[in-house]
């Protein structure tokens, strides 16, 4: 019997619920993802484990060593070692075999020797995977939690492929993504960006089959998988993309990994690091690896140490109280040179900021090297209320003629939704800001098809135009949302007339009121 989303999604809850007596729900994601992944892990090796007997049924003349070599070579993509071997404790490092046992003493040793001995036992995939597992100490998850929780989870249907469908798989772990960053405040912004605008970032670079997607900040790796997610949504084929992460925080890598496997994406790296000091993905000879599509949301106005010599300095090192356009700098030197393009979300402030940064964007604006300003609108994100933008990046020379020695502005502050905790974007407000941003203009800048709604407007500005004013990128200074452009300008001015000649002769009534009383040297 089919698995529904609504289910799974349900029963998961359920078992994360187990947590609230031990842990605030900002820690949910450290322990449940771990213990949901080695389920899926468990129940898909049990799965094929399961067909490789029923199929080789009769072989029993083959030794252990032979029947072990079939099984990974033809059914298994990946191992469930025993732990403990050769002692009485021996037993396979799968979850059915823990749950099995958590009654006795030591659950929480026995989970990490198990999530432990599965790294181990499959380097090229599951290195570092589950991250630091300080939860399976007694000190910080005490054993009877940890044994309602995973007995919860168990509740959960098989994850194996003959039960679930990845994308239902898949759909369940991002449901948890955001049930947690609902939850947990500022803290989610660390690895969660809200999935509209993911997609909508995602849809701006257009990610074709066999190129390479790059996020420097990865979080939970949820931009990797909006892009094969697109491909496929437009008959591609996501797997045939090569996805790359990085992450400095070793435990929401882990996270990012277990998020594309469940996606059933293998074709990707994650490597923990911090973007800016050590960058994880270079060429041969040392220099920065370049990418066809870069896209990030990075921690906003991070302190950071200035790079004292780094070739990916263009214009000028960003000032220590925010590395914004640091982060800019290295997507700008991760784009391959043919077809490369970034997208990255910031906050306003890099539009304008003076000193440092605006060197740095001259520097931008004058290679040409930035296609498009995009305003969102407040609220959207978990982390912060501000307004926020999207910076689209081109490599040198390889804009469209016609976006050319220009930026594209675009106001969509006011395409939004209310929602419980925060502002939304709708599928309606996503293609609208994707069609502006394939817009005609005319040789004014103006677009040849504008929204007809108003709530999005778009402007074409030359380079020299920015350039005289002195690099400013404001979206305010290019795009007017001042009432006289949608009012009538002779009702303004008679209503205007009106109004100033009743404050007249109510300001004659008071003076003569003032004189009557003998109160005297007020201006008429």
């Known amino acids: 019997m089919a698995v529904t989303q609504q289910e799974i999604e349900s029963r998961l809850w359920d078992a994360a619920d187990e947590l609230r007596v031990a842990m605030p729900e900002a820690q949910y994601s450290s322990v449940v993802f771990p213990l949901m992944f080695w389920k899926y892990l468990s129940d898909t090796w049990e799965h094929n484990h399961e ?22 070579r033809d059914y298994q993509s990946f191992e469930i070692p025993l732990i403990y071997p050769g002692t009485v404790r021996e037993r396979r490092a799968s979850w059915s075999s823990i749950l099995a046992t958590v009654t006795q003493p030591g659950l929480g040793q026995r989970v990490r020797a198990s999530l432990q001995a599965i790294e181990t036992a499959n380097p090229d995939k599951f290195s570092r995977l589950f991250g630091t597992m300080t939860w399976t100490s007694e000190e910080v998850l005490p054993a009877e939690v940890l044994a309602a929780v995973m007995q919860a989870m168990d509740r959960t249907p098989k994850m194996h492929e003959g039960n679930m469908s990845h994308d239902v798989l898949g759909g369940a772990y991002e449901y948890l993504l955001k049930r947690f960053s609902d939850g947990s405040g500022t803290r989610a ?9 993911v997609e909508l ?40 993309l090569s996805l790359y992460g990085q992450e400095a925080v070793a435990d929401t890598a882990g996270v990012a990994r277990m998020n594309l496997f469940m996606h059933n994406l293998t074709q990707f790296q994650v490597a923990v690091g911090d973007t800016l000091k050590d960058p994880r993905f270079k060429k041969p000879d040392g220099s920065l690896a370049q990418f066809d599509v870069i896209v990030a949301n990075p921690p906003y106005s991070l302190k950071w140490k200035p790079w004292k010599n780094d070739p990916r300095a263009i214009g000028g090192v960003a000032p220590q109280s925010s590395a914004d356009w640091a982060f800019v700098q290295h997507m700008i030197a991760s784009m391959g040179p043919k077809k490369g393009r970034a997208g990255v979300v910031l906050p306003h402030g890099v539009l304008f900021r003076g000193g440092q940064e605006a060197a740095i964007r001259k520097r931008v604006l004058d290679d040409d090297l930035l296609e498009a300003v995009i305003g969102l609108p407040a609220n959207l994100f978990y982390s912060t209320s501000i307004p926020t933008c999207i910076l689209v990046f081109r490599a040198a020379g390889t804009k469209a003629e016609e976006r050319q020695d220009g930026v594209l502005f675009i106001d969509a502050s006011k395409r939004f939704t ?6 939304v974007l709708t599928e309606t407000d996503i293609a609208d800001v994707v069609t502006a941003y394939h817009s005609k203009f005319d040789a004014d800048g103006n677009p040849l098809d504008p929204d007809g709604d108003g709530r999005i407007s778009v402007q074409f500005v030359p380079a020299a135009e920015i350039s005289a004013n002195g690099y ?7 795009i007017k949302q001042a009432a ?15 109004a ?23 201006d008429e």
């Open 201 to 240: 970032l995602v849809e701006l670079l257009d990610p074709k089959g066999h190129e390479s997607v790059y996020d420097p900040t990865c979080g939970s790796g949820g931009m990797l998988i909006a892009a094969a997610n697109l491909l496929k949504a437009r008959g591609g084929r996501g797997y045939t």
């Open 500 to 522: 100033r000649a009743e404050r007249q002769k109510i300001e004659q009534r008071m003076l003569a009121v003032l004189a009557d009383a003998g109160i005297e040297g007020f």
């Open 472 to 478: 400013d990128l404001n979206i305010g200074r290019y």
């Open 51 to 72: 067909e490789f007997l029923v199929e080789n049924e009769g072989l029993d003349y083959l030794s252990a060593e032979e029947a072990h070599e079939i099984e990974y």
């Open 418 to 423: 209310k929602a419980k905790n925060r502002n």
């Open 189 to 197: 912004g660390q690895f969660f960006t809200p999935r509209e605008v």
């Open 484 to 498: 006289a452009e949608s009012e009538d300008l002779p009702a303004l001015i008679e209503a205007y007339n009106l």
